[in-house]
């Protein structure tokens, strides 16, 4: 059944290992580009909640809250939570 396969060059190069690659190592290569993600996510996370300011306090509670240094400062005046919450 099926129709025939398509005609592909023999010796290919790609980043992406060529025709049907499946390359010994691709257990080792997953953990490093995973780690390597979780890093950069890392980093971006870390660098987004120190830069993180609000100029209005939310009225309900949102995840930020959890991590951002503007909610456990609790001496500024500016930003106080509503007095209805």
Same mark, same amino acid.
């Given at each position: *059944?099926?129709? /025939?396969?398509?005609?592909?060059? =023999?010796?290919?190069?790609?980043?992406? @290992? *060529?025709?049907? /690659?499946?390359?010994?190592?691709? =257990?080792?290569?997953?953990?490093?580009? @995973?780690?390597?993600?979780?890093?950069?996510?890392?980093?971006?996370?870390?660098?987004?909640?120190?830069?993180?300011?609000?100029?209005?306090?939310?009225?309900?509670?949102?995840?930020?809250?959890?991590?951002?240094?503007?909610?456990?400062?609790?001496?500024?005046?500016?930003?106080?939570?509503?007095?209805?919450?």
């Amino acid at each position: *059944g099926g129709t /025939a396969h398509k005609p592909y060059p =023999k010796h290919v190069w790609s980043p992406a @290992g *060529g025709w049907w /690659a499946q390359p010994k190592t691709w =257990k080792r290569n997953t953990v490093i580009v @995973g780690l390597g993600a979780f890093a950069f996510v890392g980093f971006v996370f870390k660098k987004s909640a120190e830069l993180e300011q609000r100029t209005l306090y939310p009225r309900v509670w949102i995840p930020s809250m959890m991590w951002s240094k503007q909610f456990k400062n609790k001496n500024d005046p500016n930003f106080q939570p509503p007095e209805s919450l």
